[in-house]
């Protein structure tokens, strides 16, 4: 599987949502992320599985 990575702030641009908040959720472990360092990657695909899942669940953003 060829699986393409974005950084935190193409993750922000693609998904319309604040980088603060996306790192704060990477890194507290509610969204997938690989860490190299204080680097973050993301897989776009994941993400925005991860957000919908939390969506459907009624997991509200930011809390």
Do not use: N, Y
């Not at 603060?20 to 680097?39: M, T, V, Y």
């Amino acid at each position: 599987m060829d699986t393409k990575l974005i950084t935190l702030h193409q993750l922000a641009e693609r998904t319309g949502l604040p980088a603060a908040w996306l790192k704060r959720e990477a890194d507290a472990g509610r969204l997938p992320c690989i860490r190299a360092g204080r680097l973050r990657m993301f897989d776009l695909a994941a993400v925005l599985k991860a957000l919908a899942e939390r969506q459907e669940s009624g997991v509200a953003r930011g809390k």
